[in-house]
């Protein structure tokens, strides 16, 4: 029976409302044992069958049903728990991986147990069993009682003793087990053990599986084991928080910071220097054995190190000011909760919360938990991190949506109570909330590699590859032609450091680095350096509406008053309020905008531009009042003209707000009563209309000039509000009349109607000017948000995602007065799709949706939706930019190519997700991104064409030593300086070169096609440019040698007695005889002279690698002063090496004559105007064979 039990567990469902996951009883092992199993599970998802058949597929013998029981043999029978289950707190140590029988009182299903676990405990007291004895017996333990053989659901080799069983759910499921915990499979292979991660992934991402919000209090006081008047006992409180663990969100593991140290030194190019060092000091140890060393190499493998590490370094402390994603969920936290235990009112850390608690919030308060509202009273919360929606959002007791992120009785963990008071149930607690599954959804999304990080892997392959082609190539021909194996093993390590850029390394950290620092000046703050290029790559922006595409907050859009809509000025300043004001209604309509009004500026704030004072009320409220002040003046000094007497504020109820007022008119003693609200709830309660200062009777045709207003101006996606007052009969209503609002002993109908007005939360003027660029660059923008398809839509044709002729599915219907079923979907170019659409969706028909369509907006998603949306742009092989504010947005930024986050609105956890802030929250800084990171492509690509092309010049010296025998032309530390020396500083001065004028009228480039180093690239480098220098080396290297007495012919196969150190007497061309240090001294001149050479080509190299189509003459030769620079220093650097280590000979250098440095110049002249005519023939005939093949 032992082993019965190790590879199965039983669940009993009983027919009550099922509590998800609950702690299984525990028992004793002794030899005559008691099973106790656990309550029910939800099983809410399970497909159910017939117990009798499950019984029978499970092997046993007799199967008998009771009372929410499966009797598969008569020693096993089931028990009930005379306490209500909750949730149990999933433990990482203790795992078993195993199939449950999951039964219910007349159906049951099999299914795979997520894990299970044991532990030794004492039976609780509480739990009672009947009839639970069965043998532990000796016996073969393959053979339950009826005989039937069950071998095959031995899943493990060995068997221990089973104490207690839990059933755990999906979440650390990656985990590890430890020590006896570890179990090895054999016979049948668990499916569930292979994509764990990717199982936590997939049920993170599946909508909120919750009924709560369906439930009557009474069926939440059973689900939960509590009571709403008395709470929970802190005995149960207690043992629920033992059993769940704290209401906390759980850290993911974190990488030790020496593990990112180490990966900054051993990623990308540097790994081909670690391979050079090396190779670099096996040469010296062979050199060595054969005494003949050198301590060159021995140099040439610190220097490579050096660079490793320092570049390592710098690196590693660019990528160290990223922060941890969930420290900044952490700051979210709650810290104190007003719970209900034991009949009394008690504040304790949130984190001591456990479901069932009963839990009250006000104003002010960050909701501690997911809660169930069961009173409310004029609650107001912000959900705008949550579900992006910018609007305070009612919160009350009326089950008002099936989806519970709408429905009103929900409150969410760390959203914030804005107004009102409530009491809850809490549903959830820690990773369980809303707010830790998007923790976890964050956290666990892995970061794919981003395109550049591709790239420079291709580049390291394309290097690593030749450099090793060659070098075995070399070696063959060296051992062909008699050489000694070491010295071709020599030649083989020196050709193959030869071909590793040891300066590119550099270059591409530090270029990264400063055109980041160029991008934060343009309000861009990088936090991924390699995050810079992915811009320049991306084409699909999916961005958030609500602080990116808008300005967050409220503004008043369109008045609606005399029969006429007029339109308000919703610029950041508002200034320009145009529309008619002097009318006898706007005067009552300012009025009661002014008056009916709960919100305040703070004190203090005179100085500071209206539209930027703080304020005190919801976002509603506080547009009104910013209007009031801009259009009337001060406020505050009109309300005091104005006393308020009584109020009552506005509620889901009522849905109007109401107040009365004296007037400041001294001769008129009558109260004002103002009221704003619903703007049908308001004209129900009017019996006139205001038009042209006088009222009216409300007749139909005033009633349906209201309707079309109030249509159109909902149509536009803007809230809207109705306006009413009425003046009090002084008669009725002296001065000294007691208003009770409880009673409410004063009218409250047959008031007059006085007009609409709407509010937006509006774009940002830029923001239609980036979306255009963005199209003209061939990058799709895709809205993504939470808020209404309405207002949605509304905003993404104000700044043209939708364009103005385009129309969606629903557009054309309403045109052609059809349904939108019977709407030929091909017809529309533009699609709005709404969250609960998308649930439906399977991944093909997202693929198909977002092919099909250019324009698109996604509304009412939920933060799961929005991770799914990006993965599916990802899967069209998009490079997928991310823009977002709320912790609703954080796995998508996670999961983006690039992540952009909102650093004035954005919350810390979107920051900490992202690669990328934008501190001015302006989409249009994106635009200015993006020009960057194409930017940093091109003048990465020239940079790597500019460092490839002297390779060749360094090879072919190795080559014509090892095949024609002459004296070495270059070496190695000669080529080292080359490389780190002369060519550093003009590699990084191509960061700073313009942009060329097409940049933005190019189609964003394939990741997988438009590679930094491709063919044409490669070859125009090493076979065109590359040659040419390699000859102007020769050129010079020859001129030396035979200015000395050796001409050209007599250096062939002159290696030999060139390199004996017994030969003092070696003749020249004219027969004088070279001693081995004099010849030794021409050698270093010889180095020093193709040093001279490969640096004065390399200056025609860097100009003319300012542009690859346009001729440097129409970028500029004098724009980007920085190349001067670098012109300057290669010059420095080799004056320094030639005249100051060259006086001493140091480092293989000697003093060069003046006359040497000029004979290379003739061919960088060469290199100028054969790489113009290059650039002339693929401008003058596009698309043809010199576009193709010469344009890299």
Same mark, same amino acid.
């Given at each position: 029976?032992?082993?019965?039990?190790?590879?199965?567990?039983?669940?009993?469902?009983?027919?009550?409302?099922?509590?998800?996951?609950?702690?299984?009883?525990?028992?004793?092992?002794?030899?005559?044992?008691?099973?106790?199993?656990?309550?029910?599970?939800?099983?809410?998802?399970?497909?159910?069958?017939?117990?009798?058949?499950?019984?029978?597929?499970?092997?046993?013998?007799?199967?008998?049903?009771?009372?929410?029981?499966?009797?598969?043999?008569?020693?096993?029978?089931?028990?009930?728990?005379?306490?209500?289950?909750?949730?149990?707190?999933?433990?990482?140590?203790?795992?078993?991986?195993?199939?449950?029988?999951?039964?219910?009182?007349?159906?049951?299903?099999?299914?795979?147990?997520?894990?299970?676990?044991?532990?030794?405990?004492?039976?609780?007291?509480?739990?009672?069993?009947?009839?639970?004895?069965?043998?532990?017996?000796?016996?073969?333990?393959?053979?339950?009682?009826?005989?039937?053989?069950?071998?095959?659901?031995?899943?493990?080799?060995?068997?221990?003793?089973?104490?207690?069983?839990?059933?755990?759910?999906?979440?650390?499921?990656?985990?590890?087990?430890?020590?006896?915990?570890?179990?090895?499979?054999?016979?049948?292979?668990?499916?569930?053990?292979?994509?764990?991660?990717?199982?936590?992934?997939?049920?993170?991402?599946?909508?909120?599986?919750?009924?709560?919000?369906?439930?009557?209090?009474?069926?939440?006081?059973?689900?939960?084991?509590?009571?709403?008047?008395?709470?929970?006992?802190?005995?149960?409180?207690?043992?629920?928080?033992?059993?769940?663990?704290?209401?906390?969100?759980?850290?993911?593991?974190?990488?030790?910071?020496?593990?990112?140290?180490?990966?900054?030194?051993?990623?990308?190019?540097?790994?081909?220097?670690?391979?050079?060092?090396?190779?670099?000091?096996?040469?010296?140890?062979?050199?060595?054995?054969?005494?003949?060393?050198?301590?060159?190499?021995?140099?040439?493998?610190?220097?490579?190190?050096?660079?490793?590490?320092?570049?390592?370094?710098?690196?590693?402390?660019?990528?160290?000011?990223?922060?941890?994603?969930?420290?900044?969920?952490?700051?979210?936290?709650?810290?104190?909760? $007003?719970?209900?235990?034991?009949?009394?009112?008690?504040?304790?850390?949130?984190?001591?919360?456990?479901?069932?608690?009963?839990?009250?919030?006000?104003?002010?308060?960050?909701?501690?938990?997911?809660?169930?509202?069961?009173?409310?009273?004029?609650?107001?919360?912000?959900?705008?991190?949550?579900?992006?929606?910018?609007?305070?959002?009612?919160?009350?007791?009326?089950?008002?949506?099936?989806?519970?992120?709408?429905?009103?009785?929900?409150?969410?963990?760390?959203?914030?109570? $804005?107004?009102?008071?409530?009491?809850?149930?809490?549903?959830?607690?820690?990773?369980?909330?809303?707010?830790?599954?998007?923790?976890?959804?964050?956290?666990?999304?892995?970061?794919?590699?981003?395109?550049?990080?591709?790239?420079?892997?291709?580049?390291?392959?394309?290097?690593?590859?030749?450099?090793?082609?060659?070098?075995?190539?070399?070696?063959?021909?060296?051992?062909?032609?008699?050489?000694?194996?070491?010295?071709?093993?020599?030649?083989?390590?020196?050709?193959?450091?030869?071909?590793?850029?040891?300066?590119?390394?550099?270059?591409?950290?530090?270029?990264?680095?400063?055109?980041?620092?160029?991008?934060?000046?343009?309000?861009?703050?990088?936090?991924?350096?390699?995050?810079?290029?992915?811009?320049?790559?991306?084409?699909?922006?999916?961005?958030?509406?609500?602080?990116? $595409?808008?300005?967050?907050?409220?503004?008043?859009?369109?008045?609606?008053?005399?029969?006429?809509?007029?339109?308000?000025?919703?610029?950041?300043?508002?200034?320009?309020?145009?529309?008619?004001?002097?009318?006898?209604?706007?005067?009552?309509?300012?009025?009661?905008?002014?008056?009916?009004?709960?919100?305040?500026?703070?004190?203090?704030?005179?100085?500071?531009?209206?539209?930027?004072?703080?304020?005190?009320?919801?976002?509603?409220?506080?547009?009104?009042?910013?209007?009031?002040?801009?259009?009337?003046?001060?406020?505050?000094?009109?309300?005091?003209?104005?006393?308020?007497?009584?109020?009552?504020?506005?509620?889901?109820?009522?849905?109007?707000?109401?107040?009365?007022?004296?007037?400041?008119?001294?001769?008129?003693?009558?109260?004002?009563?103002?009221?704003?609200?619903?703007?049908?709830?308001?004209?129900?309660?009017?019996?006139?209309?205001?038009?042209?200062?006088?009222?009216?009777?409300?007749?139909?045709?005033?009633?349906?000039?209201?309707?079309?207003?109030?249509?159109?101006?909902?149509?536009?996606?803007?809230?809207?509000?109705?306006?009413?007052?009425?003046?009090?009969?002084?008669?009725?209503?002296?001065?000294?009349?007691?208003?009770?609002?409880?009673?409410?002993?004063?009218?409250?109908?047959?008031?007059?109607?006085?007009?609409?007005?709407?509010?937006?939360?509006?774009?940002?003027?830029?923001?239609?000017?980036?979306?255009?660029?963005?199209?003209?660059?061939?990058?799709?923008?895709?809205?993504?948000?939470?808020?209404?398809?309405?207002?949605?839509?509304?905003?993404?044709?104000?700044?043209?995602?939708?364009?103005?002729?385009?129309?969606?599915?629903?557009?054309?219907?309403?045109?052609?007065?059809?349904?939108?079923?019977?709407?030929?979907?091909?017809?529309?170019?533009?699609?709005?799709?709404?969250?609960?659409?998308?649930?439906?969706?399977?991944?093909?028909?997202?693929?198909?949706?977002?092919?099909?369509?250019?324009?698109?907006?996604?509304?009412?998603?939920?933060?799961?939706?929005?991770?799914?949306?990006?993965?599916?742009?990802?899967?069209?092989?998009?490079?997928?930019?991310?823009?977002?504010?709320?912790?609703?947005?954080?796995?998508?930024?996670?999961?983006?190519?690039?992540?952009?986050?909102?650093?004035?609105?954005?919350?810390?956890?979107?920051?900490?997700?992202?690669?990328?802030?934008?501190?001015?929250?302006?989409?249009?800084?994106?635009?200015?991104?993006?020009?960057?990171?194409?930017?940093?492509?091109?003048?990465?690509?020239?940079?790597?064409?500019?460092?490839?092309?002297?390779?060749?010049?360094?090879?072919?010296?190795?080559?014509?030593?090892?095949?024609?025998?002459?004296?070495?032309?270059?070496?190695?530390?000669?080529?080292?300086?080359?490389?780190?020396?002369?060519?550093?500083?003009?590699?990084?001065?191509?960061?700073?070169?313009?942009?060329?004028?097409?940049?933005?009228?190019?189609?964003?480039?394939?990741?997988?096609?438009?590679?930094?180093?491709?063919?044409?690239?490669?070859?125009?480098?090493?076979?065109?440019?590359?040659?040419?220098?390699?000859?102007?080396?020769?050129?010079?290297?020859?001129?030396?040698?035979?200015?000395?007495?050796?001409?050209?012919?007599?250096?062939?196969?002159?290696?030999?007695?060139?390199?004996?150190?017994?030969?003092?007497?070696?003749?020249?061309?004219?027969?004088?005889?070279?001693?081995?240090?004099?010849?030794?001294?021409?050698?270093?001149?010889?180095?020093?002279?193709?040093?001279?050479?490969?640096?004065?080509?390399?200056?025609?190299?860097?100009?003319?690698?300012?542009?690859?189509?346009?001729?440097?003459?129409?970028?500029?030769?004098?724009?980007?002063?920085?190349?001067?620079?670098?012109?300057?220093?290669?010059?420095?650097?080799?004056?320094?090496?030639?005249?100051?280590?060259?006086?001493?000979?140091?480092?293989?250098?000697?003093?060069?004559?003046?006359?040497?440095?000029?004979?290379?110049?003739?061919?960088?002249?060469?290199?100028?105007?054969?790489?113009?005519?290059?650039?002339?023939?693929?401008?003058?005939?596009?698309?043809?064979?010199?576009?193709?093949?010469?344009?890299?």
């Amino acid at each position: 029976m032992p082993h019965l039990l190790s590879a199965w567990s039983l669940e009993i469902n009983a027919p009550v409302p099922a509590r998800p996951l609950r702690q299984a009883t525990e028992v004793q092992p002794h030899q005559h044992r008691q099973l106790a199993v656990c309550q029910p599970l939800n099983y809410s998802d399970w497909q159910r069958t017939d117990a009798a058949q499950i019984c029978t597929e499970a092997g046993g013998g007799a199967c008998t049903a009771l009372v929410g029981a499966c009797l598969c043999n008569a020693n096993v029978v089931a028990v009930t728990s005379q306490r209500p289950g909750l949730a149990h707190r999933r433990s990482g140590r203790h795992r078993r991986f195993g199939l449950s029988l999951s039964i219910t009182a007349w159906r049951a299903t099999i299914r795979p147990a997520r894990f299970i676990t044991a532990r030794p405990h004492p039976v609780p007291s509480h739990w009672s069993a009947s009839g639970l004895d069965y043998q532990t017996q000796h016996a073969p333990a393959t053979e339950n009682l009826s005989g039937t053989n069950i071998a095959p659901l031995l899943l493990f080799q060995k068997t221990i003793e089973i104490y207690s069983v839990e059933l755990n759910g999906t979440k650390d499921i990656n985990q590890s087990d430890q020590g006896d915990d570890k179990f090895k499979f054999k016979g049948m292979k668990n499916k569930d053990s292979e994509p764990i991660k990717s199982q936590e992934k997939e049920e993170l991402k599946k909508e909120l599986d919750l009924d709560d919000h369906r439930l009557s209090n009474t069926e939440l006081e059973q689900k939960y084991g509590t009571n709403i008047i008395q709470g929970l006992s802190s005995i149960r409180a207690t043992e629920l928080l033992a059993r769940d663990g704290p209401n906390a969100l759980t850290p993911p593991k974190q990488t030790p910071e020496i593990i990112k140290f180490l990966k900054q030194m051993v990623g990308g190019f540097s790994i081909l220097l670690w391979i050079g060092a090396i190779l670099c000091w096996i040469a010296y140890v062979i050199q060595y054995v054969n005494n003949t060393a050198s301590l060159d190499s021995v140099y040439l493998g610190a220097i490579l190190i050096l660079v490793v590490i320092l570049t390592g370094i710098f690196a590693y402390y660019q990528e160290a000011k990223s922060t941890n994603i969930m420290a900044s969920f952490s700051k979210m936290i709650p810290q104190q909760a $007003l719970v209900i235990r034991d009949s009394e009112k008690k504040t304790i850390p949130a984190e001591q919360l456990v479901v069932g608690d009963i839990v009250e919030i006000k104003g002010g308060d960050q909701i501690p938990a997911d809660i169930r509202l069961v009173f409310s009273q004029g609650c107001k919360v912000d959900n705008s991190s949550l579900t992006g929606e910018s609007e305070p959002q009612a919160r009350s007791t009326e089950f008002t949506h099936e989806n519970p992120l709408e429905t009103k009785n929900i409150g969410f963990y760390s959203t914030t109570c $804005l107004e009102g008071t409530a009491t809850g149930i809490v549903i959830n607690t820690g990773d369980r909330t809303i707010i830790g599954r998007i923790a976890s959804l964050a956290s666990g999304v892995g970061s794919e590699k981003t395109p550049i990080a591709i790239e420079i892997e291709h580049f390291v392959h394309i290097v690593a590859g030749v450099a090793v082609s060659i070098g075995v190539i070399f070696f063959i021909i060296a051992v062909c032609m008699k050489y000694y194996v070491l010295d071709a093993i020599i030649f083989l390590i020196s050709i193959i450091v030869a071909n590793v850029p040891e300066g590119l390394l550099a270059t591409v950290t530090v270029t990264l680095s400063l055109t980041a620092k160029r991008m934060a000046k343009k309000n861009c703050l990088v936090k991924n350096l390699e995050a810079v290029e992915t811009l320049g790559s991306t084409s699909i922006i999916c961005s958030d509406k609500t602080g990116t $595409l808008t300005q967050n907050r409220m503004t008043v859009a369109h008045l609606w008053f005399d029969n006429q809509i007029f339109v308000a000025d919703t610029s950041e300043n508002q200034t320009k309020q145009a529309f008619d004001q002097s009318s006898g209604t706007w005067a009552s309509l300012s009025k009661i905008i002014t008056l009916c009004n709960r919100a305040e500026f703070r004190p203090g704030q005179e100085s500071v531009p209206i539209m930027k004072r703080a304020v005190v009320g919801d976002a509603s409220e506080t547009a009104l009042l910013k209007f009031s002040e801009v259009v009337l003046g001060d406020v505050m000094e009109i309300r005091k003209r104005n006393r308020k007497v009584a109020e009552i504020p506005f509620n889901s109820t009522n849905k109007f707000q109401l107040s009365i007022h004296e007037t400041e008119d001294p001769n008129d003693k009558r109260f004002l009563m103002v009221m704003k609200g619903a703007p049908e709830r308001i004209l129900e309660k009017c019996s006139t209309i205001m038009i042209n200062g006088q009222e009216q009777p409300l007749d139909k045709r005033s009633a349906d000039a209201f309707h079309t207003a109030y249509m159109e101006l909902g149509g536009l996606g803007e809230r809207v509000l109705g306006f009413c007052h009425l003046y009090l009969p002084a008669d009725e209503f002296p001065q000294t009349y007691p208003f009770d609002v409880d009673t409410i002993n004063f009218p409250t109908s047959n008031l007059c109607f006085v007009g609409l007005l709407s509010m937006i939360d509006p774009p940002r003027s830029t923001v239609p000017d980036a979306v255009t660029k963005c199209r003209s660059a061939g990058i799709k923008v895709i809205m993504v948000t939470g808020d209404h398809p309405i207002t949605a839509k509304a905003i993404a044709k104000s700044v043209g995602i939708i364009s103005a002729n385009n129309e969606t599915v629903e557009d054309i219907a309403k045109r052609c007065g059809i349904a939108v079923e019977q709407v030929n979907k091909r017809e529309a170019k533009a699609a709005v799709v709404t969250g609960m659409e998308l649930k439906d969706m399977t991944p093909e028909q997202l693929d198909e949706l977002l092919t099909n369509y250019q324009e698109i907006v996604f509304a009412r998603t939920s933060p799961q939706q929005k991770l799914i949306i990006v993965e599916g742009c990802q899967r069209q092989d998009a490079v997928v930019a991310v823009t977002g504010d709320g912790v609703n947005d954080s796995p998508a930024l996670k999961k983006a190519d690039i992540g952009i986050a909102m650093g004035i609105a954005g919350s810390d956890a979107a920051k900490n997700a992202a690669d990328m802030v934008l501190l001015d929250d302006n989409f249009a800084s994106i635009v200015t991104g993006v020009e960057e990171g194409r930017l940093i492509f091109d003048n990465l690509k020239k940079t790597i064409a500019y460092t490839l092309t002297k390779n060749i010049a360094e090879l072919c010296p190795f080559l014509l030593y090892i095949i024609s025998g002459i004296p070495l032309p270059i070496g190695t530390i000669t080529i080292l300086f080359i490389d780190l020396g002369t060519d550093i500083i003009p590699s990084i001065a191509l960061a700073y070169e313009k942009a060329e004028s097409d940049i933005m009228n190019r189609k964003p480039r394939h990741k997988k096609k438009d590679r930094l180093v491709n063919q044409q690239l490669a070859v125009y480098s090493y076979l065109h440019i590359g040659l040419m220098q390699a000859l102007g080396g020769f050129l010079v290297y020859f001129t030396v040698y035979a200015q000395e007495g050796f001409w050209p012919t007599s250096l062939i196969n002159l290696r030999v007695a060139w390199e004996a150190d017994d030969i003092n007497d070696l003749e020249d061309s004219y027969g004088q005889e070279w001693t081995r240090y004099q010849r030794k001294y021409l050698e270093f001149t010889g180095y020093t002279a193709f040093f001279v050479a490969i640096m004065v080509q390399q200056i025609a190299d860097l100009i003319i690698r300012k542009t690859r189509r346009n001729s440097i003459f129409q970028q500029g030769l004098f724009r980007n002063k920085v190349i001067w620079v670098g012109i300057a220093s290669q010059i420095i650097v080799a004056l320094i090496l030639s005249y100051g280590l060259g006086s001493v000979t140091a480092l293989s250098f000697t003093m060069l004559r003046v006359q040497y440095w000029f004979v290379a110049v003739p061919h960088a002249i060469l290199i100028w105007v054969y790489d113009e005519i290059r650039k002339l023939f693929i401008r003058l005939y596009p698309g043809s064979w010199w576009d193709k093949n010469m344009y890299y």
